[in-house]
């Protein structure tokens, strides 16, 4: 049973989602399927992503109720006028089918258009009932006291976040302002290879992946993966199945630290 984390009053979010980056068309749409059928209930998509409309699909083919469902979506960074942005919602309502989102998060923070303007957006949008919680990605410690300062709530910032990018520092910063972290590409990074996570996976009788997943929750972070396979799906969102000693999570967040491996040239990481 994957474990749920509180976002506010209202919700709380699933320790394990299943991630729908590149997922597009009838094998998107299958794998998101096959994901709500083997049992999870928490969906991350983007408007960046464009697949929106098989989500909906998927969902609707699952059988699994809405209700039962975490769905997060994105806006994307030359959207957050506040205009655009409204629009944007609206057009995600029918593209997803659905009468609300439950998290709809700022893809990527952009200094060109004033927080102030996307974060009254958006919390007109919680108002109305559209999304249930606010939430940012790729934020640093300053775009989320910048946006904090508007005074609007953010429950959640999703990053990238892996054994060897462990976020250490912004992970402290966010459970400080009662924001839960969410770690994207923990599998794509390259540290199922790592020999640590191997010798652990050996030990614990789990693949690399799942002692990564594992890790991940054990650090009261949401845990996002991506898989076409039935089996994979199955070995990550059983991640939390097994216990971990405390020694060798320690050992996980001891693990030397490298660069992170998603950047663009539009990202703002240098505004700290
Ligand atoms: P990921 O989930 O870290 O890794 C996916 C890769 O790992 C795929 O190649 C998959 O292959 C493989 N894999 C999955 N489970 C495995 C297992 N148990 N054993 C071995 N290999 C396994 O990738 P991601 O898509 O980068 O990140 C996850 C999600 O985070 C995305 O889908 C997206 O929803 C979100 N994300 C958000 C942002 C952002 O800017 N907010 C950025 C990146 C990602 P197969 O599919 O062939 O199994």
Redesign the pocket.
């Known amino acids: 049973m994957t474990p749920k984390f509180p976002l506010n009053d209202e919700l709380s979010i699933p320790a394990i989602?299943?991630?729908?980056?590149?997922?597009k068309g009838e094998e998107g749409r299958q794998?998101v399927q096959t994901a709500l059928e083997v049992g999870y209930l928490h969906i991350?998509?983007?408007d960046r992503?464009g697949n929106h409309k098989e989500v909906a699909e998927a969902i609707k083919a699952s059988g699994v109720a809405r209700s039962e469902i975490f769905l997060?979506s994105?806006v994307w960074r030359d959207n957050l006028h506040a205009a655009d942005l409204l629009a944007d919602v609206d057009r995600f309502l029918v593209e997803l089918d659905t009468d609300y989102i439950d998290l709809l998060?700022i893809?990527?923070p952009n200094k060109e258009i004033p927080i102030t303007e996307t974060m009254a957006a958006l919390d007109k949008c919680r108002q109305a009932g559209k999304v249930k919680a606010i939430g940012v990605?790729?934020f640093t410690k300053r775009h989320i006291e910048d946006a904090l300062a508007t005074g609007v709530n953010i429950v959640n910032n999703?990053?990238?976040l892996?054994p060897s990018f462990n976020q250490a520092d912004l992970r402290a910063f966010c459970k400080e302002k009662n924001i839960v972290v969410?770690?994207?590409?923990?599998?794509?990074?390259g540290n199922?290879e790592s020999p640590l996570i191997q010798s652990l996976g050996e030990k614990y009788g789990r693949?690399?992946?799942?002692i990564i997943?594992n890790w991940v929750v054990s650090r009261g972070v949401v845990a996002?993966?991506?898989?076409?396979?039935k089996?994979?799906?199955l070995?990550?969102l059983t991640?939390t199945d097994f216990i971990i000693e405390p020694d060798d999570l320690q050992k996980i967040d001891e693990l030397e630290q490298g660069p992170r491996f998603?950047s663009f040239d539009f990202s703002e990481f240098d505004y700290e």
Do not use: I
Not at 17 to 23: E, P, S, V, Y
Not at 182 to 189: D, E, G, K, P, R
Not at 207 to 210: G, K, T
């Open positions: 989602g299943f991630g729908t980056w590149k997922l794998a991350d998509t983007a992503y997060t994105k998060l893809h990527w990605s790729n999703q990053v990238e892996h969410t770690a994207y590409s923990a599998l794509s990074s199922m693949s690399p992946a799942a997943l996002l993966c991506k898989s076409v396979t089996e994979r799906m070995d990550n991640a998603l």
